[in-house]
């Protein structure tokens, strides 16, 4: 079955959950849209038209409002529509979930900053009406500060909608795990889920807050209306936990589920675990594709602990499939089918086997020898994620290109550029020193408030551009082969990053036409719809889509791998490279020449090891996985997914 789509040209409207067979398990409205930036909108529609029936009425408009990525689009579509639409703001009130406590207003890291760079900045609100909790209220005043936050909001008659976002803890605002189905506004102790995904904006785990101010859950579950979004595959989880699970503390946006007028907004991604778009057959009758039908019997390998072959049409019947098994006419039929799809994906020869039927292999034989363009969003995912089938395509005697496609400097830590900016002073001697010793002081001057200067901003490149250089040599690509693109998105010196522009596109384009590969990789992070990742993803397919007419891209297949945190699903893989031992150790030492990015990674998440430790560990379990099908015994596999443009 397909996912049932919020409609863009309606208004959101509320229905009670599990009303259908289909949703049977689902315990809290949602709808699912195809991509953040349709819901999003979707949601600002909302809340503007709400601020304007409250205009109409004379009445005062109260938002409660939230931070992180998953609402900054739903801000842009609002400013958007004051500057495009009239849409007035002067009868609204704002009162933002939480802050890091302890912080100062201006610090870039601040709730107060991101409030003001996202949307008070540039609509009509009065200042008087906006209220974000004060990271800077003396600790000995800070309950008191807290209860009369909560005296103000019940002054202004309640919230009339609030907007959520969600962590992977299942936190609301910050209530952590274990908050009280009765709390109000408070200080918090922050869970290191929670300030491990913080990490990345505060260039590392060591600098972010451990402690926050938070609305409560009553405070929250007392707004009229609650709308909370969701984007991207590492909220899946959590999504199916709050909207199927029962009500915990452990999980606390499931208290959600006593609140009468809430809807959760979704992309695809997000709604990816819930049991009408997981496993559909378990709610619904299907039509069975043959990406559902691959889904459905690998599922079913999994639950009953069998490979392939030792399927019965006992399993198909007990697990919901037994209209596969009226289709198909038998489990050993089907069996024999999927055993044989699952087996042709597993290729030693990732650039295609020359002089070799490729009937049932997943890459062309013809050419024999291919140009191969590699993008690597970061000057480390090429190894990281494809370091076998790199170093596989370059020995079997393809041209192989590397484009990385950002700098990747602000993960260099102001540490290790110091270190090489001091190695380098030294190394100048008697040389005038003036430059060096500019950024060396520019470094050590740095306060909580700055971003790096252009300076030091280009020696945190370079030190990214020299290591990336000292893998593809280790892996056998001359110098010329290697192609530093350095976006402009990503050029800001800051998490934040500039929205993807024409440039961006025009120097994908560029470096496309100029190579005109038989054979695209790129990172097919589906994750975050504003990180790095994605955003370097929608590049190449914005690209895609300019050139897709030009002659030499019918030879064209684009195929895309994972990143660091995550593997393509045994269902969804069209190409599997295995590896020997030696091979994982090979991709082992490429991943070393990063040494930036070896120890103390600034952008871990909330996995404390290095990279290449997840990375062998992804790839042995998926060569697991294909080994408890049925299949060969290999140490590791590196997984691809064609791309169809």
């Not at 500039?498 to 190579?515: F, S, T, Y």
Request: aromatic residues 10%; neutral net charge.
């Amino acid at each position: 079955m397909e996912a049932k789509l919020g409609n863009y040209s309606k208004s959101i409207i509320y229905e009670e959950a599990g009303k259908f067979e289909e949703t049977r398990f689902e315990k809290k409205h949602n709808v699912i849209f195809s991509n953040s930036t349709e819901g999003s909108i979707k949601v600002a529609i909302e809340i503007a038209d709400l601020i304007r029936a409250k205009k109409s009425k004379g009445e005062t408009c109260v938002l409660g409002l939230a931070t992180g990525s998953s609402p900054i689009k739903v801000y842009e579509e609002l400013v958007r529509m004051h500057n495009e639409e009239g849409l007035s703001f002067s009868n609204v009130v704002t009162f933002n979930l939480d802050e890091y406590y302890p912080m100062t207003k201006n610090n870039i890291q601040s709730y107060h900053y991101f409030m003001h760079e996202h949307l008070f900045n540039h609509v009509d609100i009065a200042p008087e009406n906006i209220h974000i909790p004060d990271g800077t209220v003396d600790a000995s005043e800070l309950h008191q500060y807290c209860v009369n936050y909560e005296a103000e909001i019940d002054k202004r008659g309640g919230i009339d909608l609030q907007l959520l976002g969600i962590g992977r803890t299942g936190h609301i605002g910050f209530n952590e795990p274990g908050s009280h189905f009765n709390s109000e506004t408070r200080s918090i102790t922050l869970d290191y889920i929670t300030r491990a995904d913080a990490a990345p904006s505060f260039l590392g785990i060591d600098n972010v807050p451990k402690k926050a101010i938070t609305m409560g859950i009553k405070t929250v579950r007392k707004a009229k209306r609650i709308i909370l979004l969701a984007w991207g595959q590492n909220k899946a989880s959590i999504v199916k936990k709050t909207i199927e699970g029962n009500i915990s503390s452990k999980v606390p946006a499931t208290y959600l589920q006593h609140h009468k007028n809430t809807t959760f907004i979704l992309d695809i991604e997000a709604a990816s675990e819930l049991t009408r778009i997981n496993t559909p057959w378990l709610v619904s009758t299907c039509n069975w594709d043959e990406k559902l039908r691959s889904k459905a019997i690998i599922w079913l390998c999994k639950k009953t602990g069998k490979s392939i072959l030792k399927l019965i049409d006992e399993d198909y019947n007990n697990n919901g499939m037994s209209s596969l098994l009226a289709v198909e006419g038998s489990s050993y039929d089907l069996n024999i089918k999927m055993f044989n799809k699952v087996q042709h994906t597993i290729t030693g020869w990732p650039g295609g086997k020359p002089n070799a039927d490729d009937t049932s292999r997943p890459e062309r034989a013809i050419p024999t020898k291919k140009r191969v363009l590699i993008f690597s969003p970061h000057p480390d995912d090429d190894v990281i994620s494809m370091g076998g089938t790199f170093d596989r395509l370059v020995s079997q005697g393809h041209e192989v290109h590397i484009a990385y496609q950002t700098s990747g400097n602000i993960a260099v830590s102001d540490y290790e550029a110091l270190k090489f900016a001091e190695v380098s002073k030294e190394m100048r001697c008697n040389k005038d020193n003036s430059y060096i010793t500019t950024i060396i002081e520019q470094i050590k001057s740095k306060n909580e408030n700055s971003i790096d200067t252009v300076e030091v901003r280009k020696l945190k490149g370079i030190i990214r551009q020299r290591e990336s250089l000292a893998a593809t040599r280790y892996l056998g690509v001359s110098d010329e082969n290697v192609h530093f693109l350095n976006l402009p998105f990503y050029e800001t010196g800051g998490i934040k990053k500039n929205p993807l522009g024409k440039e961006d596109i025009k120097i994908m384009c560029e470096i496309i036409e100029d190579i005109k590969p038989h054979q695209i990789y790129a990172a097919g992070d589906l994750a975050d719809p504003h990180g790095t990742h994605r955003v370097s993803l929608n590049a190449l397919f914005n690209a895609l889509e300019n050139l897709k007419k030009k002659p030499f891209m019918n030879d064209c297949w684009v195929w895309l791998y994972r990143g660091a945190w995550q593997e393509w699903e045994i269902h969804e893989i069209d190409m599997a490279v295995p590896m020997s031992p030696d091979q994982v150790l090979r991709k082992r030492k490429a991943i070393f020449f990063h040494q930036s990015q070896k120890d103390g990674v600034m952008f871990q998440g909330n996995d404390i090891r290095e990279f290449w430790m997840r990375a062998e560990d992804r790839n042995t379990k998926t060569a697991q996985k294909y080994n408890e099908l049925g299949l060969a015994d290999y140490a590791a596999m590196e997984a691809f997914v064609r791309w169809y443009y």
